[in-house]
């Protein structure tokens, strides 16, 4: 068994893990812009507006510049910051009510932050596979899981891709 690099950590929900609670996104995410964006800038997709620094659900001036925000990009390119696998017999047997908690997760994130997102949901053999364009919301989904069903609840944060993978069962 291979050792993980030092730029990838794990970590079992219920294991005490120094600085496993908090992620410091250690390298810049491409899909951050890299040069401050003019302000007003607007969305097409989303209709999302960057203003005082920030992506937020406000209305943007008529005329103001587009770009793509973070989020739309990922979708367009299919590129996710975050894998949820949910699996087991209890998922299999509460899956509608498993399935409304994490779309309540989505939405309320969402509604705060116009770059949580989920980007799609893929039935797997033994599960469910949700993608989604932050890592925060990754997180916050298999948390809200755990919390509210317990389980068992695996986290691996790849920091030279700013990516993280969860995997919750039971």
Known sequence: MSKPSKSTRHHTIGAP????????????????????????????????A??????????????????LCPACRRIRDAFPAGYVTLEGEYFREHRSELM????????????????QRIMAT???????????TDIHLARGIAEALHHAHQGELKLRYEDAQNLLRAHWKR
């Open 100 to 115: 409304r908690l994490v779309e309540h997760r989505a939405e309320h994130a969402k509604a705060e932050h116009p770059l």
């Open 50 to 67: 960057y203003h005082a620094g920030r992506w937020q659900w406000t209305a943007a001036d008529a005329g103001a510049h587009e770009e």
């Open 122 to 132: 893929e039935e797997t053999a033994d599960g469910v596979l949700i993608t989604t």
């Open 17 to 48: 893990v120094r600085g496993a609670s908090v992620i410091v996104e250690r390298e810049h995410d491409a899909y951050r812009s890299d040069h401050k964006l003019p302000e007003p800038t607007v969305c097409p997709q989303c209709r999302a």
